[in-house]
């Protein structure tokens, strides 16, 4: 039987909370929030051990409430994000239904029908909101399927121990190849290269989540209204010199490498014929947007991208897209940046239904 709502939000990690959180506030709308995963968290649940956010907590807090200081930390680590998420959909009622993965949103004589694995249900509106954590992005590396050793994600990383002993590439110049990079270095016993596409960018020291946001907020403002692009975030720096990347690099433990050309069976090799031996290789090679569910409406770009009016999709004005980054609102892939988006998102959604 097809369950009938309002509004249906696909994904209950951070951005599908807010939207929630604002859905409610409204009010005047029936609403569900359907997640594939097991329990609350998102993609935090998933994280590598030795994560910490960026800023400190009360500057990492979803809309309505504040999240609390983690004893001996500034900035707190991902189990301290995963027990504020529990408590801020515990704390609001917001209506989750775990454990069912959405496969697919048609169109239906003027609603839109949300297939799952376990039902179906016909709404609305949907806000879309599950990240890019499912869809790692691996490039097309020569030698790739040649290198006998281990290959894996950023979302198969989890601590150093796994390596000890082995020789380690880390690839990728994000925030994520710096921190694991510097997690597998300050063990001490892993031989740890970490390769860039282009030397890394370290941001002052003194620069965090906080001022991240400001400036990425400034950058969204100042090209709605027309002025020259800064740059934003990017003009920076491309990686925030949390403490464990700081000692790393001040041990001169991240001195990075430039891309290798390709995989061999045994490691890696340069153009200029130089090579490392290597026991596994670790892509910190960012994300795609998870959005195979909304194939059967046919809304990508010529570049790929569905394209957007805010979170709006200008293809479907029935469908929002929340929390993919700078593309669907300023800094909306972060906790402190997602609210304000998703309280427009509603806004607009409450607007077309009520």
Not at 177 to 200: F, H, K, M, S
Not at 210 to 239: C, E, M, N, P
Request: hydrophobic share 40%; charged share 20%; aromatic share 8%.
């Amino acid at each position: 039987m097809t369950q009938q709502t309002d509004v249906v939000v696909v994904g209950g990690g951070q951005a599908g909370l807010a939207a929630g959180y604002h859905l409610r506030r409204q009010g005047g709308l029936d609403f569900t929030v359907l997640d594939a995963e097991a329990a609350p968290g998102g993609s935090w649940q998933h994280m590598w051990d030795s994560l910490h956010l960026f800023s400190p907590a009360e500057h990492s807090s979803l809309p309505g409430r504040l999240m609390p200081a983690q004893a001996g930390e500034t900035y707190p680590d991902a189990v301290h994000v995963v027990n504020y998420l529990t408590d801020y959909e515990k704390r609001y009622g917001l209506p989750v239904q775990r454990g069912t993965r959405v496969d697919a949103v048609r169109r239906d004589a003027g609603r839109l029908l949300i297939e799952t694995d376990s039902g179906t249900w016909r709404a609305r509106a949907v806000i879309s909101a599950t990240g890019t954590w499912s869809r790692p992005f691996l490039p097309a590396v020569p030698g790739r399927e040649e290198f006998t050793g281990r290959q894996l994600h950023t979302v198969n990383y989890r601590w150093p121990t796994d390596f000890a002993g082995q020789r380690v590439i880390v690839v990728g110049g994000g925030n994520s190849g710096a921190q694991i990079a510097a997690d597998l270095a300050l063990d001490g016993r892993i031989e740890v290269t970490w390769v860039t596409q282009r030397p890394p960018r370290f941001l002052p020291d003194d620069i965090d989540g906080r001022a991240l946001f400001d400036v990425a907020t400034a950058r969204r403002r100042a090209l709605d209204a027309g002025h020259t692009d800064t740059g934003g975030v990017g003009s920076l720096g491309d990686i925030v010199a949390v403490p464990p990347v700081r000692a790393a690099r001040d041990a001169g433990l991240l001195a990075a490498r430039p891309m290798f050309a390709r995989l061999a069976a045994d490691g890696v090799r340069w153009a200029d014929g130089s090579a490392v031996g290597a026991d596994a290789v670790i892509w910190c090679t960012g994300f795609r947007p998870a959005l195979s569910h909304l194939a059967p409406l046919d809304l990508r770009g010529p570049r790929g991208r569905i394209p957007t009016d805010g979170t709006r999709v200008l293809g479907e004005p029935q469908l929002h897209l929340l929390g993919y980054g700078d593309w669907t609102g300023p800094a909306s892939a972060t906790l402190i940046g997602v609210g304000r988006t998703a309280r427009d998102a509603v806004r607009e959604v409450t607007g077309l239904l009520t």
